[in-house]
């Protein structure tokens, strides 16, 4: 039987948790769950098996998280797009990120890189722009749903440019990323996170990192100021569990969660995918809740702004 909330099993875990990932696996979410997850796992002396439930921008996994038991053995892992933007777009949302949630800690940072199919011709992001915009009736950007990650970043840089592609929705970026491998759609604006194998491999072309910084992992590509295009977007994931869920589980997930942060295998995987941990000071449920209060504060606006353009 499941534990009442607010009172925690002291030997708590003593079964699998299950992680829910809202997106297809194989995308950034998924890759973080997955890092993160599996020293989890480690740590605590139980497995925790991935379920991939995607759909609405990962609004419908994470509505299923937060309406779990709140015993520790369901777990999510949302983003920027399901933790802050959501709410904005999806007027009757299941869940309010800021008060639906028990926060655990944020997972990592992205930043967003500007690609496309690797057939397109221009050679850099201004070209690439007065081709977006020159054809635009004919091409189309894959995301990740309505309020994914994805989805927000093509809508800022879409918004910003004039443009107006058609839009393809996927259940991930997993599956959209494949899309653009084989040339089904034009463009992304998607986590470097998921898009550097591909850039690394040739397979896809890269225009810029929407970033202050160039990625150590990228050492050629420019940053979109030094590229002349004034966008910059960062991405993030983080673990949560429902509501109610005891504060020493909670506790003890978050402290296993730094554990999987600090492992100097995390650290090198990280930069190899061009991600950034939380800074000690943004790490553990405040860290999160800050964030994400943050985040929904300034979304919000930003969207409707696009909308209105
Ligand atoms: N995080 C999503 C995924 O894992 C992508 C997105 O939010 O754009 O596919």
């Known amino acids: 039987m499941a534990t009442a909330a607010g009172a925690a099993d002291p030997n708590y875990p003593t079964r699998s948790i299950a992680?829910?990932?809202?997106f297809a696996a194989g995308g950034p979410t998924d890759v973080v769950a997955r890092i993160v997850g599996d020293h989890m796992s480690r740590t605590l002396g139980q497995q925790f098996v991935v379920e991939n439930i995607g759909g609405a921008g990962g609004t419908t996994g994470m509505a299923r998280v937060a309406a779990a038991e709140p015993d520790g053995y369901t777990l999510g892992v949302g983003n920027m797009g399901t933790q802050s933007a959501a709410p904005a777009l999806y007027p009757n949302l299941k869940y309010d990120p800021a008060t639906s949630f028990a926060q655990v800690g944020i997972a990592n940072f992205t930043?967003?890189?500007?690609?496309s199919k690797r057939a397109t011709r221009p050679r850099?992001?201004?070209?690439?722009?007065?081709?977006?915009?020159a054809n635009q009736d004919k091409l189309s950007y894959g995301h990740a749903g309505v309020g994914s990650i994805s989805h927000v970043s093509g809508t800022l840089f879409?918004?910003?440019?004039a443009l107006k592609p058609a839009l393809v929705a996927y259940r991930g970026t997993a599956p959209a990323l494949n899309d653009l491998v084989g040339g089904q759609i034009d463009?992304?604006?998607?986590q470097s996170l998921n898009v550097i194998p591909q850039i690394k491999a040739g397979t896809i072309?890269?225009?810029a990192i929407a970033a202050a910084r160039r990625l150590a992992s990228l050492p050629d590509v420019p940053t979109s100021e030094e590229a002349g295009v004034d966008f910059?977007?960062?991405a993030w994931n983080a673990m949560v569990a429902p509501k109610g869920t005891p504060k020493d589980v909670i506790a003890r997930l978050s402290d296993a969660l730094n554990k999987a942060l600090d492992d100097p295998a995390t650290v090198k995987r990280y930069v190899e995918l061009g991600s950034t941990a939380p800074e000690a000071a943004d790490r553990g449920p405040e860290g999160l809740q800050k964030l994400v209060e943050s985040e929904m504060a300034r979304i919000s606006p930003v969207l409707k702004e696009a909308a209105a353009k």
């Open 111 to 115: 930043p967003q890189a500007i690609v």
């Open 158 to 161: 879409n918004s910003q440019f």
């Open 124 to 133: 850099t992001s201004k070209e690439f722009i007065a081709y977006l915009k």
């Open 187 to 190: 463009y992304m604006v998607d």
């Open 232 to 234: 910059i977007f960062s």
């Open 19 to 22: 992680l829910v990932v809202p």
């Open 205 to 207: 072309k890269v225009y």
